[in-house]
């Protein structure tokens, strides 16, 4: 089956960097897309980054552009999330997700998530 299993989170000083990792299990994972999302407290799930299946491709939230570096290993299966000048805001937990197609249907799989508080 699926599994995500992020891992990197912390405590960080505002100006400070942290860098998640996913370990990706269960499927094909060279041949998937893969995001990054974030939810802070009393607010929706929100899309940070995405990379394409084979890494060529990436897209970010205005809000982190700059700042965030999304990238994959796909001998490894993981994807990272390398976060620079980390701002109150990014304040959140973080989620490794990928859609999967299975018998005609698209699924998302998430991980646990990590915590990323920022914070002096």
């Known amino acids: 089956q699926v599994q995500l299993v992020e891992s990197g989170g912390g405590l960080v000083q505002p100006g400070g960097s942290l860098r998640l990792s996913c370990a990706a299990s269960?499927?094909?994972?060279?041949?998937?897309?893969m995001s990054w999302y974030r939810q802070a407290p009393g607010k929706e799930r929100d899309l940070v980054a995405d990379i394409s299946s084979a890494g060529v491709a990436t897209n970010y939230a205005d809000s982190v552009k700059g700042r965030f570096t999304i990238s994959r290993d796909n001998a490894k299966n993981t994807v990272d999330l390398q976060m620079n000048s980390l701002k109150p805001e990014d304040t959140a937990v973080y989620y490794c997700?990928?859609?999967?197609?299975?018998?005609?249907?698209?699924?998302?799989?998430w991980g646990q998530g990590t915590q990323v508080t920022v914070s002096s």
């Open positions: 269960g499927f094909t994972f060279s041949t998937y897309a």
């Open positions: 997700r990928v859609l999967k197609w299975e018998k005609s249907r698209l699924y998302a799989y």
